[in-house]
């Protein structure tokens, strides 16, 4: 059994810069997700197993960057530029990838979720 743990969540003005991590050890691919209340959980960033794939959200992409460092096996989203839209639960997932390059972005495809880092965003 995985278990993820993100970390770096908080309240930041607009404008303002957030990084999170997420704590992993294995081969797996992964992904950052966020939700809002009553709104479906949707992928914002993602990348493969060697980090050399990388997903981004039309909404994010530009501001965020996702990166990982299999060494210490973490995975990290650096938010700059953030919105008040950028507000919401932060979720790092995971799940087993054999393919070196592939990226996942639906919630269904991952095995492995975080317990969620809260985002927010003052205007």
């Known amino acids: 059994q995985v278990q993820l743990a993100e970390s770096g969540g908080g309240l930041v003005q607009a404008g303002g810069s957030l990084s999170l991590s997420c704590a992993a050890s294995?081969?797996?691919?992964m992904g950052w997700f966020r939700q809002v209340p009553g709104k479906e959980r949707n992928c914002i960033a993602a990348?493969?197993?060697?980090?050399?794939?990388?997903y981004y959200a039309a909404s994010v992409k530009g501001r965020f960057t996702i990166s990982r460092d299999n060494a210490k096996n973490t995975l990290y989203l650096q938010m700059n530029s953030l919105k008040p839209d950028d507000t919401a639960a932060y979720y790092c997932?995971?799940?087993?990838?054999?393919?070196?390059?592939?990226?996942?972005?639906?919630?269904?495809?991952?095995?492995?979720w975080g317990q969620g880092t809260q985002v927010t965003v003052s205007s």
């Open positions: 997932a995971a799940r087993v990838s054999y393919n070196t390059a592939k990226v996942y972005t639906v919630v269904g495809e991952y095995d492995y």
């Open positions: 294995g081969r797996y691919a």
């Open positions: 990348i493969s197993w060697s980090g050399g794939s990388t």
